[in-house]
Nanobody, 123 residues
Framework: QVQLVESGGGLVQPGGSLRLSCAASRSTLDYYAVGWFRQAPGKEREEISCLSNSDGGTYYPKSVKGRFTISRDNAKNTVFLQMNSLKPEDTGVYYC????????????????WGQGTQVTVSP
């Protein structure tokens, strides 16, 4: 079992930055593919970043590429999402996820999910 706990969400003005953290209970998080998903009000949950457990590669959709960066600190058993140049359309609940299989994670069917943290981008 892996428990994931997100933190770092909040209210920020357009153009601002936030850094989300996802702390894992298990010390072998580096064996898992990890990612962040977002769910905006009235919309389906969407993948916004993925960090591969096979080659360390990353994925971002066009909507956040160049503004968001996913990283992990294995020593701290924590995954981060650095979000810069935030826009109102980035508003939503952000979830971190982990799965032993990268494709399973990217399909939104991860075995492990955090409880989510709210990000609101507004003047």
């Amino acid at each position: 079992q892996v428990q994931l706990v997100e933190s770092g969400g909040g209210l920020v003005q357009p153009g601002g930055s936030l850094r989300l953290s996802c702390a894992a209970s298990r010390s072998t998080l580096d064996y898992y593919a990890v990612g962040w998903f977002r769910q905006a009000p009235g919309k389906e949950r969407e993948e916004i970043s993925c960090l591969s457990n096979s080659d360390g590669g990353t994925y971002y959709p066009k909507s956040v590429k160049g503004r968001f960066t996913i990283s992990r600190d294995n020593a701290k058993n924590t995954v981060f999402l650095q979000m810069n140049s935030l826009k109102p359309e980035d508003t939503g609940v952000y979830y971190c996820a982990a799965d032993g299989r990268e494709q399973t994670l990217r399909n939104g069917r991860s075995e492990y999910w955090g409880q989510g943290t709210q990000v609101t981008v507004s003047p």
